[in-house]
């Protein structure tokens, strides 16, 4: 299966159904086992997230959000980096990493033509045709996600009507950069955020089954989030010096001005967002079910004080019944009950005589034909690989394999792995290589009697570290699609940005991670019966 995934003989999703056929007729598992692995509580949350954020599309929220924040950053050249950046990560912590992308770089292509042009362009206020955002085109490139799946991504912005200097191909390819670096660095913050999250989350819940949640939105949230703000930061700083050099003084406008192009390129915003018009109804009904969602995301089962799960739906141990999963088929199932309009009584134009109800926020039509059935699959394939390890005692064998790195220090093993990883993932999709190196990474923690998470959950951030190729990830490949960029300038950047990333990774699990998931003890749920002896020694070495 490792080698499907990695070549991509066979769609991802099609190597997937592989355990299903080969663990019954290898007498590993019985196909009622092996079945019920492909739709685990994980599936359900991936499902119930992805309904919410397609209605947030459907709905043009996400592109509100966007331009009103652009409206209030400004555009000097180093505060316009971090506008896009800081709207692109927020949005892809929510919704998928590719639609986000898919939305900002036409948007960053449009400021950035009228912060180009010549001032005669300027006025004679000529139109640009850049600026169309997720509209349909008749010419639409294809470029091939990390899931294997073909999307059609916006037509290439024409070439522009003046020979752009240097300064300015350099600033164009910077912005190109920030908008697809930010939009995967993003995706680590929320456990919906990107799908390696919720690999780990289920792969956890499956090799660990005695685990008490360990792993739920809250506490991903308050390892993760500081994570992604730190690495946001320095790759902004990062790109701001590759590309713009280190007068940073010009950078934040503080020099010469061309007041003409920047109030043009603020014109460009204006417009789009008053084109929007004022919030309609099922914007607002859209804003309201998602902030409750979140805020039931984190109030469930929080860990520093009694949720609403603990105290409303609480089993025999006083643990919560109710899974983060649950909470977003609520909000989802909500979705397609509400409607769009304040309901009335209008009459049905198609049958005089009937009224006519308002359409719902989402419908199944919209649901389906955006829901990428393949990563539901890949996942459910990935559960049962993992449990297949497990019942054959492969995992068991691999960890006793893996007992030597007991005499490496904890913070090198996990700085080694996250380069692996982040290497790995470059070449490979980062499902599958999460998929791939979580239950080994588990066994190998429980053999040299370390917290399982310790390397797991770096690792998983790792996976998303996917900078410097086209191929990597979806987003570079949107950008890429753009026009303006090489190879080498994306792995020119990705290089380092690479590095930074696996060091603040490195930084976080070593730091704050440590009283979030309390790494300083091997943890009772962990010990099979070949790592008992762990349980003896009951502190992790500390960092």
Known sequence: MALFWCTEALPLAVTAFFPIILFPMMGIMDASEVCIEYLKDTNILFLGGLLVAITVEHWNLHKRIALRVL??????????????????????MWISNTATTAMMVPIAHAVLQQLHDTPKDIEEGSDNPTFELQEPSPKKEVTKL??????????????????????????????????????????????????PNLVLQGQVSSIFPQNPNVVNFASWFSFAFPTMIVLLILAWLWLQILFLGFNFRKNFGFGEQEHQRKDAAIQVIQTEHRLLGPMSFA???????????????????????????????????????????????????????MPSKIPGL??????????????????????????????????????????????????????????????????ATVFIL?????????????????????????????????????????????????????????????????????????????????????????????????????????????HFNTTTHCLLNTTTPSP
């Open 283 to 337: 914007e607002k009904a859209v804003t309201v079910l998602f902030i409750a969602l979140v805020l039931l995301w984190f109030t469930r089962e929080p860990g520093f004080f009694e949720g609403w799960g603990n105290l409303a739906f609480a089993n025999a141990k006083g643990e919560s019944m109710v899974s983060d999963g649950t909470v977003a088929i609520f909000i989802s199932i909500i979705m397609f009950i």
């Open 71 to 92: 409206l209030l950053i400004g555009v000097q050249p180093a505060l316009l980096l971090l506008g896009f950046m800081m709207v692109t990560a927020f949005l892809s």
């Open 146 to 195: 990390d899931n294997g799946q073909a999307l059609p991504v916006a037509a290439a912005p024409s070439k522009p009507r003046v020979q752009k200097t240097q300064e300015q191909i350099r600033f164009t390819q910077c912005m190109s950069l920030c908008v697809c670096y930010s939009a995967s660095i993003g995706g680590i913050a929320t456990l919906t955020g990107t799908t």
């Open 418 to 526: 996250c380069l692996l990883v982040a290497i790995f993932t470059e070449c490979t999709s980062n499902v599958a290589t999460t998929t791939l190196f979580l239950p080994i990474l588990a066994s190998m923690a429980q053999a040299i009697c370390l917290h399982p998470l310790y390397v797991m959950l770096p690792c998983t951030l790792a996976a998303s570290l996917a900078f410097m190729l086209p191929v990597a990830t979806p987003p570079n490949a949107i950008v890429f699609s753009f026009g303006g960029l090489k190879v080498l300038d994306m792995a020119r950047a990705g290089f380092l940005l690479n590095i930074i990333g696996v060091l603040v990774i490195t930084l976080a699990i070593n730091s704050w991670s440590f009283p979030i998931f309390s790494l300083h003890t091997f943890p009772s749920w962990a």
């Open 346 to 411: 209008s009459q049905d134009p198609e049958k005089p005589g009937r009224l006519k109800a308002p359409p719902a926020l989402l419908n199944w039509k919209t649901a389906n034909e955006k829901m990428p059935w393949n990563i539901v699959i890949l996942l459910g394939g990935g559960f049962a690989l993992a449990k297949g390890s497990e019942k054959s005692g492969l995992s068991a064998w691999l960890g006793d394999k893996l007992t030597p790195l007991q005499n490496v220090p904890p913070p």
